[in-house]
């Protein structure tokens, strides 16, 4: 079983950058697919990117495809997003999640365990 605690989120205008960092608790880290998806306000949760256990193997959105950039560090049981050239339509909560196996998964419900969200907003 893992717990996941997201951190980094915050304010930042169009054109910024940001970093988010989830961090896992849990001896079985490696052995998870890691993703994360966002929620905007009356939106569905939508597919940012998933990563492979051990970082080689990286997916994306289309939306965010080229600006977002994925990464995990097993020895630190923590996975990151790197979010550059921000709009405004990137504003949302933002969730980590984790999947056991690793296949990559892409929807919401093959993803096992999920964090609080971490909220981001992109404003001038």
């Known amino acids: 079983q893992l717990q996941l605690v997201e951190s980094g989120g915050g304010l930042v205008q169009p054109g910024g950058s940001l970093r988010l960092s989830c961090a896992a608790s849990?001896?079985?880290?490696?052995?998870?697919?890691m993703g994360w998806f966002r929620q905007a306000p009356g939106k569905e949760r939508e597919f940012v990117a998933t990563?492979?256990?051990?970082?080689?193997?990286?997916n994306y959105g289309g939306s965010v495809k080229g600006r977002f950039t994925i990464s995990r560090d097993n020895a630190k049981n923590t996975v990151y997003l790197q979010m550059n050239s921000l709009k405004p339509e990137d504003t949302a909560d933002y969730y980590c999640?984790?999947?056991?196996?690793?296949?990559?998964?892409?929807?919401?419900?093959?993803?096992?365990?999920w964090g609080q969200g971490t909220q981001v907003t992109v404003s001038s």
């Open positions: 849990g001896r079985t880290f490696s052995s998870h697919i």
């Open positions: 990563i492979g256990c051990s970082g080689g193997s990286k």
């Open positions: 999640a984790a999947s056991f196996g690793c296949l990559f998964r892409t929807v919401v419900g093959a993803y096992d365990y």
